[in-house]
């Protein structure tokens, strides 16, 4: 099931995705103890996470049972600013998240052997894939809710397009590289077996500059097809979550 959500702007965006997400981690708890959310990056859900730092919202979302992944990440040091989740780790320790329920993708640094980027690269990934491994449970997602933005290209997580990341079906995790604006280019990211698998899948899109991207990921069959067009979750939900900018020749 897919559905088209529009508010009239970024911080309505950013609070109605705030009042799902507490919503969907109470009743994940409640149905089985725990609540797994990965998180998207880039700029469009900086406001939702300062949200979920803060009243109301902070005092409903049920922390001790709610960890934290990254649907992707760029490949640098931990701290660095190009990071997704440079700026969000202090808020999600302000939100009361327990630290070990808090899952940066690892990076694996350059050592005296000079091992190459592209191994580094592949093992950050592969390490990533192994901790994700640990939560898989039987008849349960990967992750309850997955966030995810949309470049101005079609990409999703760090699925560019024409990419070897797009064609990954036998990992959970995978590592990519491609341009994208002003950021780093090195990427791990998961992979759509991964994002498809989720209970949830929660896009959230704003501004007149993604206007375009949208009407054509929602409207127009492509061929290559762009990436965000390839995220359909098996068993979950497809929400798009758009302000009136992003959405006002699409609908
Ligand atoms: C990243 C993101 C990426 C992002 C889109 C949209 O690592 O950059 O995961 O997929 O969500 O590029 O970015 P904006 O929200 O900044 O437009």
Redesign the pocket.
Same mark, same amino acid.
């Given at each position: 099931m897919s559905e088209v959500v529009v508010r009239k702007d970024p911080e309505a965006v950013a609070r109605q995705a705030a009042t799902w997400i507490v919503r969907w981690a109470r009743a994940a708890v409640a149905e089985r103890g725990q609540f797994r959310i990965a998180l998207? #990056?880039?700029?469009?859900?900086a406001r939702l996470y300062e949200l979920l730092a803060r009243e109301p919202y902070r005092s409903i979302l049920p922390v001790a049972q709610t960890e934290v992944f990254w649907?992707?990440?760029?490949f640098l040091p931990h701290g660095n600013a190009g990071r997704?989740d440079t700026h969000v780790l202090p808020l999600l320790s302000e939100a009361g998240i327990p630290g070990q329920n808090i899952n940066p993708v690892p990076y694996v640094a350059e050592t005296s052997d000079k091992s190459c980027a592209d191994s580094r690269l592949a093992r950050s990934a592969h390490l990533y894939e192994k901790q994700l491994q640990t939560r898989l449970e039987p008849g349960h997602p990967l992750m309850d809710v997955i966030l995810?933005?949309? #470049?101005?290209d079609g990409?999703?997580?760090?699925l560019f397009p024409d990419t070897a990341a797009l064609s990954v079906t036998d990992h959970l995790v995978a590592p990519n590289r491609s341009a994208?604006e002003d950021?780093h280019p090195e990427?791990i990211t998961l992979t759509f077996p991964a994002i498809n698998a989720s209970r949830i899948i929660l896009f959230?899109v704003t501004g007149r500059g993604?206007r375009d991207i949208l009407r054509r990921v929602l409207d127009t069959p492509e061929s290559p097809v762009l990436p965000a067009q390839l995220v359909a979750p098996t068993s979950g939900n497809l929400l798009w979550l758009a302000d009136e900018a992003a959405t006002s020749s699409v609908l």
């Amino acid at each position: 099931m897919s559905e088209v959500v529009v508010r009239k702007d970024p911080e309505a965006v950013a609070r109605q995705a705030a009042t799902w997400i507490v919503r969907w981690a109470r009743a994940a708890v409640a149905e089985r103890g725990q609540f797994r959310i990965a998180l998207a #990056g880039g700029g469009t859900p900086a406001r939702l996470y300062e949200l979920l730092a803060r009243e109301p919202y902070r005092s409903i979302l049920p922390v001790a049972q709610t960890e934290v992944f990254w649907g992707d990440e760029r490949f640098l040091p931990h701290g660095n600013a190009g990071r997704n989740d440079t700026h969000v780790l202090p808020l999600l320790s302000e939100a009361g998240i327990p630290g070990q329920n808090i899952n940066p993708v690892p990076y694996v640094a350059e050592t005296s052997d000079k091992s190459c980027a592209d191994s580094r690269l592949a093992r950050s990934a592969h390490l990533y894939e192994k901790q994700l491994q640990t939560r898989l449970e039987p008849g349960h997602p990967l992750m309850d809710v997955i966030l995810l933005g949309l #470049g101005t290209d079609g990409h999703t997580a760090s699925l560019f397009p024409d990419t070897a990341a797009l064609s990954v079906t036998d990992h959970l995790v995978a590592p990519n590289r491609s341009a994208y604006e002003d950021r780093h280019p090195e990427r791990i990211t998961l992979t759509f077996p991964a994002i498809n698998a989720s209970r949830i899948i929660l896009f959230m899109v704003t501004g007149r500059g993604k206007r375009d991207i949208l009407r054509r990921v929602l409207d127009t069959p492509e061929s290559p097809v762009l990436p965000a067009q390839l995220v359909a979750p098996t068993s979950g939900n497809l929400l798009w979550l758009a302000d009136e900018a992003a959405t006002s020749s699409v609908l």
